[in-house]
């Protein structure tokens, strides 16, 4: 009887298969995030053109802001695949806006950022979503990044340009798509409309005791 009474009680396992809702908040997250791909297309060059002149490679310490939409998917839904799906949902989305001639291209590179961060969750077991393991992702996302860049856009970059290169955008992965998302996570939070997500219940729980 007691064996059985503990094992009532026992918290249960958080599901890792995917809902209705989860789909239709990562899409919208996606989408949005590809919106912002899309103004941040335009802004890129006056921003990082100075930085790029300064020390050529410095300029990867802004791409972070191609890799958030994986990132915060996946802290909001906590799925496996949300982080793939997230950054793919937003390259596609900017592609459609945008008509860039780059599509195919931007498809790849959302595909590999997107397996970035979600190599580094996996590894975590789908169980860590506070700041260190976003973070973590970020910086993830930004290693895939950096290695198709590399091979894509600087094939046989001199070494000094490659290290500064992936040194400044696993950084960048690692605050904007990171730091970021955690941040934007915590912010919906508190508006209560991740109240059907288990983010939303950590945080709400928090504030009440």
Do not use: C
């Not at 340009?161 to 508190?190: E, H, Q, T």
């Amino acid at each position: 009887m007691a064996a059985s009474s503990t094992t009532s009680t026992a918290p249960a396992r958080p599901s890792l298969r995917w809902r209705v809702v989860d789909i239709v908040i990562a899409s919208v997250l996606g989408v949005a995030g590809g919106l912002v791909f899309v103004l941040w297309n335009l802004a890129y060059n006056p921003v990082t053109a100075p930085l790029e002149a300064f020390l050529p490679g410095l300029q990867a310490l802004f791409h972070g802001i191609w890799l958030f939409p994986g990132v915060l998917v996946a802290l909001i839904v906590r799925k496996p695949g949300a982080a793939l799906y997230g950054e793919i949902v937003a390259a596609s989305a900017s592609v459609l806006i945008s008509g860039t001639e780059w599509g195919p291209l931007t498809l790849l590179s959302g595909l590999v950022q997107g397996l970035g961060a979600e190599l580094v969750l996996a590894i975590l077991l789908y169980k860590a979503w506070g700041l260190i393991p976003a973070i973590l992702a970020g910086a993830g996302a930004g290693v895939g990044m950096v290695v198709l860049d590399l091979i894509l856009w600087y094939p046989g970059a001199a070494l000094e340009f490659a290290s500064i290169y992936a040194v400044s955008g696993v950084v960048s992965g690692a605050i904007f798509a990171g730091l970021g998302s955690w941040l934007i996570m915590r912010g919906l939070a508190r508006t209560g409309a991740l109240s059907r997500f288990a983010a939303g219940r950590e945080l709400g729980s928090r504030a009440a005791s």
